[in-house]
């Protein structure tokens, strides 16, 4: 089993960043894809973005390409995502997410561990 969890997140005017952590403790060697998705008040939960365990590949949803950058540090077992360019609209609980197998896929169920979920609000 694995443990998440996740911090940083906070309260930003848009244009600004703010970098989000997530820390993964038990048995983090079952876990080779981590992800972050996100959840806006009355919306679905939503892929972000995720990285391989080498951390040579990583993917993003179009909404945040070229404004988020997903890293991860097996030494320390944390995964971290910097978001840069806030927009309101990235207002949102973010999820850190584990995947037991080595593929990266932007699909919810395929992902076995969560975290708790950390608030990012990004004012007008």
């Known amino acids: 089993q694995v443990q998440l969890v996740e911090s940083g997140g906070g309260l930003v005017q848009a244009g600004g960043s703010l970098r989000v952590s997530c820390a993964a403790s038990g048995r983090t060697s079952s876990s080779y894809v981590m992800g972050w998705f996100r959840q806006a008040p009355g919306k679905e939960r939503e892929f972000v973005a995720a990285i391989s365990w080498s951390g040579g590949e990583t993917y993003y949803a179009d909404s945040v390409k070229g404004r988020f950058t997903i890293s991860r540090d097996n030494a320390k077992n944390t995964v971290s995502l910097q978001m840069n360019s806030l927009k309101p609209e990235d207002t949102a609980v973010y999820y850190c997410?584990?995947?037991?197998?080595?593929?990266?896929?932007?699909?919810?169920?395929?992902?076995?561990?969560w975290g708790q979920g950390t608030q990012v609000t990004v004012s007008s």
């Open positions: 997410a584990g995947r037991r197998l080595p593929i990266i896929t932007t699909m919810r169920n395929e992902y076995s561990y």
